[in-house]
Every structure is written in C-alpha cells, then in structure tokens.
C-alpha cells in the first residue's frame, strides 16, 4: 500500500485548482439535493402513498421513491434472509411511508456523498467527482421539477380551475344494450 502513495504523482497547481473545483460543486450538489429531499418529505407527510391516483403529493412520493428503491431492496432482502418482516421498523415504515423514504434517501445520499467524497474521489481525481456530481445534478434538477409540478398542480386544485378534462368527472353513461328481437 505504501507503494501506491510513492507512486502517485504530486498534483500541478492548475489540477488542484480542477479538484478544488470539482469537490465544491459535488459538495453543493449533494446538500442542495439533500435540501429537495427534506422538502419533499415535508410536502408529501401524511399523504397516502397512491401513485395510481391524481393527486398533488404523488410528485413528490414517486421522487422520493425513485432514490429509495436500493435501500427497500437491501432491507427487502435482510427481512426476507432472517425472517423479521414484522419488527418495529416495517411497522414504522408502512404508517409512515413518505417518511420513512425520505430517511432512506438522506441515509443514501450522505453515504454516496461520503464513499465519493473521501474514497472514491481520492483515489480517482477530479473528473471521477466531476462526472458523479453530474449524476446528482441529474437528480437534484428532476427533483426541483417534481417539487414544481406538485406546487403547480396543488396550484390549479385550489385555485378554483375547472378541470381541462371535464368528461372525467361526469357519471358514467350506462352501457346501451339493444335488444333484437325477443322469441316468445
């Protein structure tokens, strides 16, 4: 291992600068990643977890989901190994679904922002941390959008808009039946 470090070559100036750089828009990245999270944890709080339905919070749920399905997946596979489906943080979880997903998408953003930041980004260099910042650019700019559409929708709802799709409220109009000819 020693060797390694004799090998490495001392950064020029200019590649600390790229460093530097690229450490500090992976640093504002994850935090204002971890901002929308918060967010749309609060916004969504309390509202059934009904991707199916139209409401507003769907936006946000089906964001905070998207993040969360590797850590569902891990804890899937841990309560499925030992057998505790029925333990206190299952419970937990399905009272409080939005919730619980938005615990799991902080704890998986600061563990991706630390592997990147201290392990990954060391050993790799500055276009490592550049290119897994642009991935969470990726993230942070739909999360923005998600946000932006559960405010425009929740907007339009309480706005007093009528629906653009007026015949979707309206009763169903029974089937026709039409009856040819009876035999008697």
Known sequence: MADKKKNRQPLSRRGRE?????V???????????????IAMFCSCGEAYELGRAHAPGFAIWFLLFI??????????????FGIQDNFMMRFLLENQALGMGIFDLVLVIVVWAVIRFWLGRRYGANFIAAAGNFLLMLLVWGVFQ?????????????????LHRHLEREAEPERVIVIGQEE
Do not use: H, Q
Not at 147 to 163: K, N, Q
């Open 18 to 22: 790229r460093l530097r750089k690229a």
């Open 24 to 38: 500090f828009k992976f640093d504002l990245v994850s935090g204002l990643l971890l901002v929308v999270i918060v």
């Open 68 to 81: 969360a399905y590797v850590p569902l997946a891990l804890v899937g596979v841990i309560n499925w190994m």
């Open 147 to 163: 946000l932006l559409c559960l405010g425009v929708v929740t907007i339009w709802e309480r706005g007093g808009f009528s629906p």
